[in-house]
C-alpha cells in the first residue's frame, strides 16, 4: 500500500511537471522509439461529472501509461472544439502507441492492464477503440 | 506541375525509408515539441477497394501532414485486432498533434488543408474526428 501511495505521487509529481502528459519514451528494446502501431481508447463514464471519480480515474489512465512498451502516451480530454464532424461526448481519450504489434500485445496482457480492467471497468458506460497501423 | 510530381516523389522517398510515417517533428516555433493537442480524423471512403482512390488519398493525407505546425503525425489503416470495443470499419486514420490550440487553427485555416477539403471530400462516406487536450 505504502508502495502504491508513493507510486501516486510520483505520477503526481510528473503531471506537476507537465511532462507526463505527453511522452515519447524510448522504446521497450532499447531503442529510438519508431511508433508505427497507434492504439487510441475513448471512454465515456457514468459519472463523469463527480471529482473523486474524474481522480481515480485519470491515476488509473497514468498507471496503464507506465506499461513499459508503450512508446507515444497522451491522455486527454475533449478539446473545446464543436463542429458537425467531432465527436465531444466522450470524457476520456487514452491514446498510446506502440513500436509493433509485439508491443501492443505486451500491453494487452500485462498485470497492470488486467488490474486496470478489473478494478476500473464498472466505472464506465462505453469504451470504443481504435487500433491502427502506419501505411 | 513538375514542382507537385517532385513533392510527390520526395513524400514517396520518405516513406521508402519507412521514417515519414510517423514523424515528431520540432514545434512550429522552434522550440522542442510538446504535443497537447490531439485531433484524430478517421475516413470511410466511398470505394476503399481501388488503388488508384486509396493511393490518391494517401498522397492528400501525406501532403496534409507536412503543414508546419503538426508536431506528431501518424497515417494509418485499421490494425488486424479485432474485438467487441473496437471499431476497425473505418479505411484510414489521421492523427495529427500540436503543441497547443493555435497550432490546431493554423492547421484548420491552412490553404493545403483547405485543398484537401476541395478536392478530396467526395471521396469519402463518412468522417469523423476526436479533438482532445491533455490534463
Redesign the interface.
Known amino acids: 500500500m505504502e508502495k502504491r501511495r508513493s507510486f501516486f505521487k510520483k505520477i503526481a509529481g510528473f503531471?506537476a511537471a507537465?511532462a507526463f502528459?505527453?511522452i515519447?519514451k524510448g522504446a521497450y528494446a532499447g531503442n529510438k522509439a519508431?511508433?508505427?502501431?497507434?492504439h487510441?481508447v475513448?471512454f465515456w463514464l457514468k459519472d463523469p461529472e463527480n471529482p473523486a471519480v474524474r481522480q481515480k480515474f485519470?491515476n488509473g489512465l497514468r498507471e496503464m501509461g507506465t506499461i513499459e512498451s508503450i512508446s507515444?502516451l497522451?491522455?486527454?480530454?475533449?478539446?473545446d472544439?464543436d463542429?458537425e464532424?467531432?465527436?465531444?461526448t466522450?470524457h476520456y481519450?487514452f491514446?498510446i502507441?506502440f513500436e509493433d504489434?509485439k508491443g501492443?500485445d505486451l500491453y494487452q496482457e500485462h498485470p497492470i492492464h488486467d488490474k486496470f480492467r478489473n478494478e476500473y471497468n464498472d466505472m464506465w458506460t462505453k469504451?470504443?477503440?481504435?487500433?491502427?497501423?502506419?501505411?
Chains 1, 2 share one sequence.
Not at 34 to 38: A, E, G, L, V
Not at 74 to 79: E, V, W
Request: aromatic share 12%; proline share 2%.
Open positions: 503531471g507537465g502528459l505527453t515519447f519508431k511508433t508505427t502501431f497507434i487510441h475513448y485519470e507515444l497522451h491522455i486527454g480530454t475533449p478539446a472544439t463542429r464532424v467531432i465527436d465531444n466522450y481519450s491514446l502507441g504489434r501492443h469504451v470504443l477503440v481504435y487500433d491502427s497501423v502506419d501505411l
